[in-house]
Structure formats: C-alpha cells, structure tokens
C-alpha cells in the first residue's frame, strides 16, 4: 500500500490536535504505520491550524505535500489546502459555508487571496467557497459535505445540553466520517475516544454517540465506503506513539535527569511541562525517582540554575528555543570556563528576534557553534528523527559529564510537534558514563578542580558529595580555582580546555557522529543535518527505486565537526548536494570551512516549513538530470 | 572550628579600610558558631569587590556571573537541600542587572541566604553609581547628580517575599555575625543587606558618616530590637499580623538620614519552605534529590525501568 495521507484543518481552539491524535492512535492500532505533525499559528483561538497524518505499511519517514482526505472544519481550511489535494482525493467540509465568500475570511493572506481568486475572476465565477470546491471537483476531487448542525441539535436533543457543548463533539465527527468512508469499524473509533477521554465520562458518552450519528450519516451519502487498509499486512509488534519533545523528555529521564529549568518559550515549553506530569520515574529495585523542574524568571536563571545544579552532581539540563538560548549564552560561557556539564535543548525555530514562534527553521546552527564571547569547548549535536531524539538526549549527558562541558542537543519545531509509531526505546546497549569524578576524600581540605593533565580531564568533585571542599569560577584561575591573570597560567587553561575536546572527537563513535544512508556507489551525495532526515531518506528510496541511485549522509555530531570521518567518505567523484532549512547555508559554510571543499548544489527553504519529500525528490531528479540550478530553494505558496 | 580555620592563605586585593572585611570577619565567626563542616557549606559571589568573598573562606567557593548569583545558588539548594547555600554580592550585581532574580528568589522561599553587600557605588568599574544611590547624589567618582531614584532593598525584599528580612553593619562585627547565623538559620529566603562603606568611591556615605551625626553626637545606626521592634509572624499568624508586621517593615524600610534601623525587620515563619512543597509533590525528593538521582546498575546501565516507564507510551 502506497502511503495515505489524511490532513486536518480549522481554527485553533476547535480540537485540531485531538482529532489528529485519535485518528493516529485508530490507524496505528489497526496495525499501521503513522506519522503525524502539526502546523499552528503564534495564537490561543481562531487562527489556522492543522494537521496531517500519514499512514503506511511500513515505518513512515517524513511527512507529505498531498492529502489524499482532507477535513476542513472551516472555510478557510479550504482555501488552505484545496490545492494540494491529490486529484483523486476527498475533501470533507462542512455544508454551511459553502457560500462563504472569501472576502470573509479576514485571516487569510492577501497573496493567498489573490491566488485564490484570480483563476474564479477570470471564469466570471464567485470568489466563494463553492465555486472553489467545483474547480476542486473538475480536478477530480470528490467534495463531500457534512451537515454538522443537524448532528449538533440531535446531540442536544438527546443529551440536554447547551449549543456549545454539542459544537464540542465536531472533531470527533470529522473523524468518524473520514474512518466509515476508510471502511475502519465504528467500534474501533469509540474504543479509541474512550481511551482519549477515559477520565471523563460525560465527554465518552456525548462523542461515542457523535461517532454512531457520523457513521450513520455516512451511510446515507451513497458513496462506496474506501478500503485502503483492507487486506494490507500490518504489523502486530509492540509500538510506541510518542513526539519529539516526549522522546527527548523520555531520554532525559533514561539518563537520569536530576533537575531541568525552563521558561515557557514556544516551541520548547511541552518539553519541560510533559517531565512536570511525570514526577514518578519508575527503577528496577521499586523504588522511585522524580526530577526537579523548575520554571524559572528568564532563560539567564533557567541555564545558571542548572549550572548551579550540576556543581552537585545532579544531571542539570534545559530547554529553550532560540530566543531564550540568546539569553543563556553567558551561562553557556560561564559553563564553558567553569567545565560544568549542563545540557541545553534547543529547539529552533524562525529567527531573528521574535521571529515565527510556531514555525521550523536550522537557523541557530551558527549561533549555536559560536556564542558566547571568548572560546571555550562545548559539544553540538543534532538529532534527525523522533527516534533519534530519545538517545540523543540520554547521549548529551554522557558527553557533558564525561568531557564537563555544555552541550547543545539542535532540535526544531519540525520534530516537536512530529508524533509517531516506533520501536520500543531500547537501553541495553545504553551506558551511563558519569566522567571522572573525585570520589574519595584524600588527606587535604581542598580539590584541585582544575588539575592540569594531558587529555585536559581534571576529576570533578561535587559540592558536598566529594567531601572537600573546592572553588570554581567564572574569571580565568589556576588548578586551585582561584583567580589568575597569569600569562602562562592563562595559556596552560585554554589548552586543557581545549583538549577536551580533541579527546570527544577521537572517542565519540562514528554512528554517533554520522549516518550514511543509500547507494554507497552513487555519483551524488546528499549531505543535511536534523530533522531533513526523514524526507531525505524517503526522497532518495523513491530515486533509488527509478535507478537515480543517490548516497546521502546525516551529520549528527555538528561539534567537534567530524572532518576527516566525512572526508573520507567524499570522494573527488561525487557530486555533493547540501540541504538545509535555512536561508545562509549554515551547514554548507561549516563544511567548506572544515573540509575546503566544493559544493555543487545547495537546496534551501527558509518559509517557516519543513522539507517536503514530493518536491525534493524533483529537485533531486533535475539535479540528476543535469538540468539544476547550483541554488535551489524551495516554497510552499499555500500552505 | 575556629573563626580563623575559616580563613584562606590567598591574598585579598580589597582596598584598606573596605567595609567588606568586615563582613567576611563576620562570616567566618558565623560559621564557626554554626558548626558547620566546611564541605557542608557553598558560598556563590557574584561579581564585583564583594564577589571575591568565597576566594576568602575556606569553605566551597564559586565565583558566578554578574547578576545572576541568585539562580546558581538557587539550583545547588535545589539539588542538594542539606547544604548550607549562600549567595553574596554587591547591590549594583543584585538589584541592578540582576534585580529580576532577586524578585523571583524572594518569592520562591527557598532556604538560602543572601547577604547584600550595599556600599551605592560599582567600585571594581570605579564608583559609577549603583541603583541604590539617590536620586540628587553625587559621589567624587560620578560626573553629575543622580537623575534617577533608588531602589530600597529592604522594601524590595519585603514585596518579592522573602521571609526573613534584615539591614546590618560591615562594621558592627557581632551584630552582624548575630544577624548572618539567624538568616542562615531561618528555613526560607533570607535576605541581609549589609551597609558598606567604600572608602575609595562613596565619599557620601563612608565609616564616618554611619557612625556619627552632629545632631546627637552618635551613630545613626539603631538596633531595632532596643527599641522593643518584634519582627516575627509567628506559625499560625492570622490574617491581622500579617498586615501588622508587614506595614511595621514598610515603615522602618523609610527610615533613612539621621536614623537608620539595623537588625531584624521582618520574619514570616507561617510561609511554607520551597523543598517542603518540592517534597509533597515529588516523594522521592528528601532521599534521592537531583544531586543523587543518577543510579546505576552493576554494568554502568541505567537504573530507569524503561518498560515501566514507556507503558502509557505503548499503543
């Protein structure tokens, strides 16, 4: 089966995100793969929301441009998305704004509007929302409209309720309509509802009898119900159904989180408020943990808490996202200087200043390499996939303690809001390595917290626990932790801290550095980092399997760069494509930086939106082909 | 342990006469009545002369960044609540750029301690002036009259809510001392501002000026407590003493010229403590905080039962 995508959309605040959730959790519970993302506006209630579900047979990568069934809970939905529905798609809408003219519709761009109006303009139709859905219709589109009202009222009828609270049921209708056209059983949808709203009852109760009205309407329509999942073979292994902030959550917890700090910042603040539900960790001997998270003033107090923190000993981490990381590089710094191991999440997002708080962008990548005023060593990875997520964060603990550094584990909103079916976590392989800590107590009151050595790894002692006392500090110091302006003192320091780093690079193994992915004989290679991942590798299967054989390779480990792992591996042969979000190219100057050489293509997108495999896999061709601009940079007009 | 074992052999660079010998002195004698082990106790500087203060003690030292002295003690307490935290620093470091955490420390109650080494002046920079100088002063070091108000630490620290207020002398060793060991001991946000003089950069406010007024021929310090000023909220306060004790402080707070309150201004006992909270959200706080959280199995494999933990997970 050839993966299906279902999309959902209307203004925030009209149950957009559940509606997604319970139809991933039916489809996934069918034995199905599902990945599901969602795209939002800087809003509580009105503004355009939605969400796309893919479903497949096998492990879905990445998300699409093409609803094959697209829901629209409003007008503007329509105008959204009508364009990007396949031509032998579904479009659920609701029947009563089918004369809504799009002058309406105040929240729509006016480049949108003027592209939307143009080609109905020109064939002296209405700029409505039914002459939108007859050009729909003439590309092959089935429309179908969906009486919601009449579904209210016998939903009030029959439980005695306000108006507003039958208007309540309408994402759950949207669902069971679209699961009866997919031929998915009524049963299977309420059993779902009831595991969704399992602690209210009354709320059961209302959508169980909104699915049974939405199936029974479906019946009447006379279309022949869809079955696109019959006789597909599923799977029937153990899944998990978790997003990226979860699964960074997950691995923080699996490494043994102490404490993590945090102020609400879009597109980060779930990560810290999903640890905050999950005071209990359960352990093997029965007994139980539970982090500390701390919300705190700004992100100055959010990362120098968690500095302040991991002097103890406790696993020290935070979250942020751009803005917030701009307020913590002096902590960064301090942690730098100081050797603390602290672990920063950052999840970007569209930059500069307030930028575009609910969309993706990998536009902190130079930032990141680089803040903070001075030079110390720190640990930069970034993670490609939701899966990725998990042990990336467990990982970023082991570096920071094992090397006492920061390290900034690049996330995005992309993998943020990304949900998706997966393996189990598995931590068999996964070693808890806590570097080199001064555990015993000798003869003297004091710890040399900055003993010089040749790999530049001093014993940490923690406050307290060490047992002797130590000093640490901000201002350039001598083995003792005191203060030195000393010329020689100041060079030997910078050398030790420095040479950590040279020891990550030699030690970090290379899967945790990069992944290579595809036809290793292939005369193109692809290189990215982060969350292109999974549009990357679904786009050069497709090209693989219409013999464009192309290899491509994910940088994971961005800090210390690995040069020569990558060097050996670009061979003078290849035709190197470089694919980023963002507009400067930040990986593309880091590569020629570290290895000097030359770039054929570059594939950029910078509106705020991920990858899309459809039109990477045509940039891809026409790179192929020969045909290519040097500078590709893709767009998404509508949506 | 002596007052004396508390010292360290390193060279301190204050200027001669600087007020806070004083209150380093008075540390030290602190600490020893206290009892502490020096390994028990963590003294966080921020940044500037009065930063310097953990490189003096022999106890853990940690010299943070300016402004933010607050938060790094705040995530030590947090992690490991049996230690005895101190946050020192100067006015200019605590209510100028980092006036934003000294309000949010307050209110969050947590048992520290935080000693406010006031002198008006940014001394280490060369007597620029600090948020506390008032609005028409001129210290030798300013090139023009103040054009903006002061701060009131005191009255600051009262809104923020800390629960244990005080204003003390660098010069007056065994009030102060007497002042520091009862903050320390107070189980909540304990905030001491501690008058400094500069000799180099406030010649406005110097040993002088505190000690002697020509009106009285006396100190213009007073002790509250000689004049029978109770400060305490007691556990079960009702509604009525707050409001007492809280306005009796604003009103002390706004005495400032030729009479100036030390000692105790206020004490609620009846707020609860923050790791008291922390520990009736989370139960395994008191035994295993953050500081001791990471546990491992015999082969360095994490303790975490991720089957356990992944069932709400699980499809």
């Known amino acids: ?639 | 342990m002596k007052p004396k074992e508390f010292e360290t052999e390193i060279k301190n660079d204050w200027c001669a006469g600087c007020g806070d010998y004083g209150i380093l002195r008075a540390m030290e004698k602190a600490f020893a009545e206290l009892g502490l082990a020096p390994h028990q106790i963590a003294v966080f500087g921020g940044i500037g002369c009065s930063g310097k203060t953990p490189y003096y003690l022999e106890v853990n030292g940690i010299h943070t960044l300016h402004g933010r002295v607050l938060p790094f003690a705040t995530g030590a307490k947090l992690a490991n609540p049996t230690m005895t935290v101190i946050a020192v620093g100067g006015d200019g470091d605590g209510l100028g750029i980092g006036a934003g955490h000294f309000v949010n420390a307050g209110r969050r109650n947590l048992d520290l301690t935080y000693l406010l080494f006031n002198n008006e002046v940014y001394g280490l920079t060369k007597g620029q002036a600090a948020p506390t100088i008032r609005y028409g002063d001129k210290t030798k070091a300013m090139t023009t009259a103040s054009l903006q108000s002061h701060i009131n630490p005191v009255m600051l620290a009262l809104t923020s809510g800390y629960t244990w207020i005080g204003r003390g002398y660098a010069y007056y060793l065994d009030q102060l001392t007497t002042l520091i060991i009862d903050a320390i001991r107070h189980k909540g946000s304990a905030f001491l501002e501690i008058l400094q003089p500069c000799p180099v950069y406030n010649d406005l406010h110097d040993k002088h000026w505190y000690e002697y007024t020509a009106a009285s021929g006396q100190s213009r310090l007073y002790a509250l407590s000689d004049e029978g000023y109770e400060p305490s909220i007691s556990v079960n306060a009702d509604e009525n003493m707050h409001q007492e004790k809280f306005a009796q402080c604003v009103q002390k707070a706004q005495e400032w010229g030729d009479r100036i309150p030390v000692g105790v201004f206020y004490q609620d006992l009846s707020a609860p403590e923050f790791t008291q909270q922390i520990s009736q959200q989370i139960k395994s706080y008191r035994e295993r905080p953050p500081a001791k959280q990471v546990r491992l199995e015999q082969n360095s494999k994490p303790m975490v039962n991720m089957q356990s933990l992944l069932r709400k997970f699980t499809l």
């Not at chain 1, 697209?70 to 396949?86: K, W």
């Not at chain 1, 960074?248 to 810290?272: F, H, M, R």
């Not at chain 1, 705190?296 to 981490?317: N, P």
């Open chain 1, 1 to 639: 089966m050839e993966n299906y995508l279902w999309r959902i959309g209307g203004p925030q605040g009209s149950g957009i995100d559940r509606a997604a959730l319970l139809f991933s959790r039916l489809c996934a519970k069918q034995g199905l793969y599902v990945l599901a993302r969602r795209e939002y506006h800087s809003n509580i209630t009105g503004r355009h929301s939605y969400s796309d579900v893919r479903i497949g047979t096998q492990p879905v990568l990445s998300h699409s441009a093409s609803p094959r069934m697209l829901v629209c809970l409003d007008a503007e939905s329509v105008c959204r998305h009508v364009h990007n529905v396949l031509s032998t798609g579904y479009l659920i809408y609701d029947s009563h704004i089918a004369d809504t003219h799009l002058s309406q519709l105040k929240l729509l761009d006016p480049l949108l509007l003027e592209n939307l109006c143009k080609p109905l303009q020109k064939a002296n139709l209405n700029c409505n929302i039914r002459e939108l859905l007859n050009l729909a219709e003439q590309h092959g589109i089935t429309p179908i409209a969906m009486d919601y009202e009449t579904l209210f009222q016998r939903l009030r009828d029959e439980f005695a309720i306000p108006k507003t609270n039958a208007e309540r049921s309408r994402n759950v209708i949207a669902v069971a309509i679209s699961a009866a056209l997919l031929g998915l059983t009524s049963e299977d949808v309420c059993h779902e509802v009831a595991e969704i709203f399992h602690n209210k009852p009354e709320a059961v109760a209302l959508n169980s009898e909104a699915v049974q009205l939405a199936y029974d309407y479906v019946a009447t329509l006379g279309i022949n119900v869809l079955q696109p999942f019959a006789n597909v073979e599923v799977a029937r292994d153990d899944r998990l159904w978790v997003n990226g902030v979860q699964s960074v959550a997950l691995g923080k917890l699996a490494a043994g989180l102490g404490i993590q700090t945090y102020y609400p910042i879009s597109p980060a603040t779930d990560e810290s408020v999903f640890l905050e539900s999950n005071y209990v960790v359960p352990m093997n001997d029965a007994t139980h943990a539970g982090p500390v998270i701390i919300q705190t003033e700004d992100e100055l107090a959010a990362i120098t808490m968690a500095c302040g923190a991991a002097l103890t000993g406790a696993r020290a981490a935070t979250s942020t996202s751009g803005p917030g990381f701009s307020l913590m590089v002096e902590g960064l710094g301090w942690a730098g200087m100081t050797e603390t191991p602290v672990v920063v999440s950052l999840y970007q997002r569209g930059g500069p200043a307030t930028g575009l708080p609910t969309r993706t962008e990998q536009g902190d990548l130079q930032f990141v390499l680089h803040a903070g005023h001075g030079e110390f060593p720190r640990i930069v990875l970034a993670s490609g996939d939701v899966e990725e997520c998990f042990y990336d964060a467990f990982r970023a603990f082991n570096y920071a303690e094992r090397y006492q550094l920061p390290v900034i584990h690049l996330l995005d909103k992309n993998l943020a809001s990304t949900a998706q079916t997966l393996p189990p976590f598995v931590t068999d392989d996964l070693v808890i390595d806590r570097g080199e800590i001064l555990h015993t107590a000798d003869s003297s009151r004091h710890a040399s917290r900055f003993l010089l050595s040749k790999n530049g790894i001093s014993p940490r002692p923690l406050l307290e626990e060490s047992r002797q006392i130590f000093w640490t500090s901000g201002v350039e110091h001598n083995e003792t932790g005191h203060v030195s302006e000393s010329p020689e003192v100041r060079r030997r320091m910078k050398e030790k801290r420095e040479a950590k780093l040279v020891l990550a690079a030699k030690e970090i193994p290379l899967d945790e550095k990069i992944g290579v992915y595809g036809d290793r004989q292939a005369s193109l290679m692809l290189i990215s980092w982060g969350s292109n991942k999974g549009a990357i590798l679904e786009a050069i299967d497709r090209m693989n399997q219409e013999n464009r054989p192309i290899q491509a390779i994910m940088v994971k480990l961005l800090w210390p760069f690995p040069a020569r792992e990558l060097e050996m591996l670009v061979k003078s042969n290849k035709k190197l494509i470089l694919l980023e979000c963002n507009q400067t190219g930040q990986f593309s100057q880091l590569f020629r930086q570290e290895l000097g050489c030359n770039i054929n293509h570059r594939l950029l997108k910078y509106n705020g939106r991920p990858f899309v495999v459809e039109e990477l896999v045509q940039s891809l061709t026409s790179i192929f082909d020969g045909t290519a601009e040097e500078l590709m940079i893709h767009n998404n007009l509508f949506e």
